[in-house]
């Protein structure tokens, strides 16, 4: 990084690059969209804030209806918890809605896991703090089938290391069960030391004004 | 080096790379709407700074108005108080604003092409991952967020990384009853929803160039139905006379003291932008126009499409990609394996949004429904994407024909698309609609979406059911039906 890129004043929280250590949500389901993570009819606010009420809310309620929950949807059977929402392939597809990534990280999520994600999703989860883990298809069946057998199963993210590990019934991650994930090395300063793209390209301002004058 | 067309147009916005990480890509054009800018004005306000070019962006309010009665104040007090966020925020920064009651306003991607504010070559951007429509011109064009919103308003760039390049070729000519909406959905049902992750795609091979501006922008706006970071098509003649004489077009007339029209000078690099003969892409797929019938979807991602003429893919007969979500998506849609679509019951019709709502598309359904009446038990809902294409809807008559037949003319706005206003299809109804997004609820919460052409939508809402529009058509070897529609459309 130049030394302008140093500059930042850190503006979202800082991941922590140690390690993200916790039980997950498993949700095995491909083609995840927007309009399901968090439905139009929930776009109308000015702020930031408050969507993770609304998170999956027609997977989660019965005709919208809080009290009604949906008791065959991951997130209301108590047994799944955590910091991790686990989810198959082609998530986040759909609308560029960022509210999507507001209300997961809202609702109290620090990462989601997949075998791929779509790229606006993408784009908004690592600018809100929320790390889009890819694993492989392999890896992802494999934290599925843990999760089956064992609901208090957890994953370690190392984001300064770039690896995801599974382990199961409080004992330490076994061989194998791990890998190296890969991420932007610019985007991965950023996630750990809390910068964000608008700092940085603020401060890259006279390139910006030297480019344009080269325009016609 | 030979470069592809996105690789030109690429290159030329690259203030600097980050070593080892993303390029600094510059924004030509950016269109914002109501609904995912208001956070980004805040950040800006947070940060005391300003919107950085002002005049290269541009905004209108859409996904939230009302389609009727937009000449009274919105009725419901969220979506009134976000429009009311983007009228103070443009105010505060100098942004231009078409805002309801303007004869500009519309879809944001319906208008920035009818305006010449979209043209070959540049970089366009919008909170909205429709934005891939502008492609269709020949620009990179593609769907933000609103933190990304608030980047392009602070400083007029973007943190990118180069997407992999897809080139889908798609040769010969359409059968009679085929237009491009059946083409996107084909190759959506053929590569499925998620088939081109990670890559801008270019559409090419004489289908394509055959098409008017108006279908090629219905094929690059639902590129991001495939996930493609963006779609693109190499400008030609068509483009050039598309665009020639708009409101926002280069001037035709020279200005003062200068030598040559900014017209002649556009049109010369414009006509730099194409794939080069030997240029590499990273994937390539072939398809014959011929193969392609009517499409519809049956299922909850636009990847689940089928001929009208055929059935619903069982266990068995189903793609991978789409074999775990079938049951569930069969039980959201209240359809059946193996069973035929034509003939199921539609409720109602919808007939617009970014995909569909252009004055070609209104022309097509009047043409096809003139002297037709609607089946009596459907509601018919025809959203124009503009007020210059209710306006030209207006001049041509297309109205009073759409009355005639029992359709409602409404104003324009997103509308039943995504089902954010009023316009919403009620639980367990089902909708053929002309959008691009058939996801659970995406039309209002247990709403069922069949998406389809203009042409297919129109043939239902006549018989009431899913219906092979050729059948109604007048008998036509030659294709002469559509071909003449779309020949009437160019000459606009």
Known sequence: ?216 | MAKTLFEKIWNRHIVKTIDGGPAVMYIDKHFIHEVTSPQAFNGLNKRGIQVFRPQQTVATADHNVPTLNQHLPIKEELSRKQVEALIKNCAEHGVELYGLGHPYQGIVHVIGPELGITQPGMTIVCGDSHTSTHGAFGSIAFGIGTSEVEMVLATQCLLQTKPKLMRINVEGDLKNGVVSKDIVLYILSKISASGATGYAVEFAGSAIRSLSMEARMTICNMSIEMGGRCGLIAPDETTFSYIKGRKFAPPLSPEGGQEGSAWDKALTNWKTLYSDADAVFDKEYHFDAADIEPMITYGTNPGMGIPVTGTIPTTETINETDKSGLNKSLAYMGLQQGAPIRGQKVDYVFIGSCTNSRIEDLRMVASFVKGKQKANDVEVWIVPGSKQVEAQAKAEGIDKIFEEAGFMLRQPGCSACLGMNEDKIPAGKYCISTSNRNFEGRQGAGARTLLASPLTAAAAAVTGVVTDVRELMPPSPEGEFVSSLIESNQTN
Request: proline share 4%.
């Open chain 1, 1 to 216: 990084m130049s030394k302008a890129e140093n500059n930042f004043n850190a503006t979202v929280s800082p991941f922590r690059g140690q390690g993200l250590h916790s039980t997950f949500v498993p949700l095995n389901m491909e083609n995840v969209d927007t309009d399901q993570i968090i439905p139009a009819r929930f776009l109308k606010a000015t702020t930031r804030d408050g969507f993770g009420k609304n998170l999956f809310r027609d997977w989660r309620y019965e005709n919208d209806d809080e009290t009604k929950p949906k008791a065959e949807f991951v997130l209301n059977q108590p047994q799944y918890s955590g910091e991790i929402l686990v989810a198959a392939k082609n998530f986040g597809c759909g609308s560029s809605r960022e509210h999507a990534a507001w209300a997961i990280a809202d609702y109290g999520f620090r990462a989601v896991v997949s075998s791929f994600f779509a790229d606006i999703f993408k784009n908004n989860a690592l600018n809100n703090g929320l790390l889009p883990v890819v694993v492989s298809d392999e890896f992802l069946q494999k934290i599925f089938a843990a999760s089956h057998s064992d609901p208090k199963a957890r994953l370690e993210i190392n984001l300064q290391e770039q690896t995801i590990k599974l382990s199961v019934s409080e004992t330490p991650p076994s061989e194998g069960l791990g890998e190296v994930f890969d991420i932007n090395a610019y985007k991965k300063t950023c996630m750990l030391n809390g910068y964000d793209d608008i700092d940085y390209l603020l401060s890259i301002k006279q390139d910006i004004i030297n480019y344009e004058t080269t325009l016609s």
